[in-house]
Structures are given as structure tokens and as C-alpha cells.
């Protein structure tokens, strides 16, 4: 039976990845964990969960995180959207093998229900 809430994951090791023009690059003790409703995450979930969760959780504010995010040329930028944190996770979830209609239909689901939670109070953590 799927959770709703799994149990979070902790990063090991320095993590990045590309997608839309831009690298996102999560420090080691990064937390996270996809949490959509009805959908069981997959491993392919969970690897592209990451870089969505560490932008909401700073809500695009990068001054208040080890995270960076690089547009192609290379320069860093301080600031991102919502739009954009939830384009790259669909984006690196097509990359990661999720099938069409379950990145779209979790897409269409963080769209519809994640604004309270960008706008929610910082929840940065990294140890």
C-alpha cells in the first residue's frame, strides 16, 4: 500500500544534476522525500525528488542554502520560481525513466497543492 509520507532520506555525498539549461548541485545532508498523494515513489522518484525538495524547502531563495543552481554559462542565481523547481523535477523524473503518466499526473498534483507549502515557513535542514 503506498504511503503518503515515507520516511525521509538523508544525502551522503555532494549530489548534482541538469535539466532545462541549468545544474543544481545538493551538499551532502541534504533531507528529503517525495511526498505526492496516491503515488507510491519510485526510485526514479526519489532520485529526482531531491533538487525539487531542497528548492522547496529554501522556497527559491538560494542565499539560505548550500544549494546552487547554475544556469548554462555557469553563473549562480540567488533566486528561482516555483514554476521552475517544479519543471526540473518533471524534467529530471522524464530523465529518470517515470513513466509519462505518472511524473504528469504528480506533476499536475505538486501544481495544484504546492503553493501553501512554498509560501510555508523556511525548513532548510542539512547536518
Known amino acids: 500500500m503506498p504511503t503518503l509520507f515515507p520516511e525521509p532520506r538523508t544525502t551522503t555525498e555532494t549530489r548534482s544534476q541538469r535539466a532545462l539549461g541549468h545544474t543544481i548541485v545538493v551538499p551532502a545532508g541534504a533531507e528529503w522525500a517525495p511526498t505526492v498523494p496516491f503515488v507510491e515513489p519510485s526510485e526514479g522518484v526519489w532520485r529526482a525528488s531531491l533538487y525539487h525538495d ?58 495544484a497543492v504546492g503553493l501553501p507549502i512554498w509560501i510555508e515557513k523556511d525548513q532548510v535542514s542539512f547536518t
Request: proline residues 5%; hydrophobic residues 35%.
Open 54 to 111: 531542497v528548492l522547496y524547502r529554501c522556497r527559491g531563495n538560494l542565499t539560505r542554502t548550500p544549494a546552487r543552481v547554475f544556469n548554462s554559462c555557469g553563473n549562480p542565481r540567488t533566486l528561482v520560481s516555483r514554476r521552475f523547481a517544479d519543471r526540473f523535477w518533471l524534467a529530471r523524473m522524464a530523465a529518470e525513466g517515470v513513466p509519462y503518466w505518472k511524473r504528469r499526473s504528480m506533476y499536475y498534483s505538486v501544481r
